[in-house]
């Protein structure tokens, strides 16, 4: 009998690795190998379309981007976005959830309309901003009520800076209804019971919010930190279009634009695998950091 | 939560709240009215936030574009069949994989498991380069099989099926095995059938993600007959002969699959976004 049963176990478990295997096969080909070789090319002096064979070099892509202006200017460019763009997006989906969670009525609704914009794709989202931040368009005619300017050009899609401002703008308004609903799931979970006992024991808004919602939140803040910031970290659609259609391409060259320039349009396969891989390094850095900083360990309700 | 009645408190949440959803539904608006009026009323100011009349020609300009060559109608049918066939293999892949992961017992399993979960700390923007070679070298650059080959499966659907599928009841699944079900028998006709909630989200994301892509198919695509709908709405802005409403008309014409996918089925795009903070099984 005992025979038989261990028989059925490794019959059950040659199902399992056969149900695995079609996947674990394709990310071996599409997520492990080329990862390993953009490591490996970054190593080489390599241009595609070259019939000479690709030269060693070591470390000497890394040693030419550490050196060059073009590529800290994309570090720069990618970290202005991150922290313009990560930083609101998280204190503005937090605050929106918890005030959503404090309304009566129109709560399924609120949640809908703040995500309407993430429904749409990249592309359409910064076409429709680039028609608002026309010389002529809303964005100016806005923001000169709003300073009481009228008549001035804010040169919204020209200006180093305020072109920076534009893109951030623009994966603000499509993401954040996205991170509202994460932290409304993660609001949800938190039993009701707790601010009764809180309310008896005589705490106010504020401090039930900070006492108890803060820190039973903290997973879904830790998880929506890593999300967003990743995101940002990787953004391409909005910085791309932009380009294409006229904008100064320096201020917002982040770097995923800059590996896609350096690989595809200069044909320099070798200096932008070591940028993926600087992408790659920081990626990774950030993403443990975060983690150990704020040391998500889970909560029990 | 316990509400109060009437606050200042209260009355600045409640503007907060007004202020965040003209934010965020004041440029789509924007969009749907832009595209029905001529380009000089989009620049009129104020702007007529009610069009007057619906100009079409907008729209007419939208689907013939610039040359007249209609491209467009290509575009948008092959990201829509790249994006169903991505979606697909996604859903099937993912449910196999989920399932093998959370239901048998084998040698290797959890360092399986941690080797897909490791897939997605690798950015697809770090990878595209040596993707492009590997493309190149199958000879599936500007063709269906290149756009949507790199997208079979991805971690994120593996590890949503396999926590959806882990509190499954094996009693159930042994009971079925004692009746003589084949194990494809059982994942077929028993534990699909069964994750109907958990496919439908996966499926809105990963729709949507493989419709919003812009990046891959910029590298393999290069013939127009190729493009899908993202790279015609970036040449189309590109090109000096476009005008705004034109702009808007595609806008609105690209984004009527996703806006009818997202009434018609809200609550999946909602779970699909709190996939992320249900806590781990």
New interface residues.
Partial sequence: MKKKYSGI?KK?????????T???L??S???????V??AY?SLFRKK?LSLKPPTFIGLKNYAYLLRSDDFWNSIRATFAFTLGAFLPLLV?SL??AV??????RGQKF???????????????AA??????F?P???GN?WLNFLLNTPGTDHKWLADSFMVQLSTILVYF?KY???FV??????LA?IP?SL??AA?IDGAD?WQSFWRITFPLLK??VV??SV?AM?QC??T??TQ??FV???SPQAPINV??LN??NT??RDHM?GR??AM??I??II??FF?WLQFKTTKAD?VSY | ????KFSP??VL??L??LG??V???V??L??FS?SMMPAKD??R???RWIPRGFHWQNFAKAVAGNDGSFIFIRNIANSLFVSSVVTVTTVM??S??G???A?????G?NF?FL??MA?M??????????????ATKLHLQNSYAGLI??F??N?FG?FMMRQYLLPFPEEFLDATRIDGAS?PGI?WHIVLPNCAPAIATLSILTF?SQ??N??WP??VAQSEKMKT??LY??KF??EKYTD?GA??A??VL??IP??V??FSM?QY??SG??V?????G
């Fill in positions: 176990e059950l478990s040659r199902w399992g690795w056969t149900f695995v079609p996947a674990l394709f990310f080909l599409f997520s492990f190998y080329p990862i070789n953009a090319t595609i503005v605050l929106l005030l959503i969670l404090s309304v009566k609120l949640q809908l309309a703040y995500y309407a914009p993430a429904v749409l794709s990249s592309v359409v076409v429709i901003w680039m028609s608002i026309d002529r368009g809303l005619q308004w954040i209804g996205y609903v994460i932290f409304i799931a993660g979970a009701g601010y009764e309310l808004r997973p879904t998880l929506v999300m990743l970290l990787k391409f659609s791309y279009l294409q259609s006229g770097i995923t590996i896609y690989g595809i396969i932008s695998s993926s891989i992408l790659f990626m990774l993403t889970e | 939560m316990i509400k109060q408190l209260n949440a409640g907060i709240l965040a959803l934010f965020t539904l440029p789509i924007f969009m832009a989009i620049l100011m104020p702007f892949l993912s196999l994989t399932y093998g992961l239901k048998f017992r084998f040698r399993r399986v080797a897909i897939t700390m690798i950015p697809f923007e770090a990878i595209m380069i040596p993707l492009y070679l590997v080959v790199p079979l499966v971690a593996v194990e994942f949507r419709w919003d812009l990046l910029l590298l709908l993202p709405i970036v802005a590109a705004e702009m808007m595609v806008a690209g984004s996703m806006l996918l997202f809200s795009f909602v976004a709190s992320f903070s249900s806590r781990k």
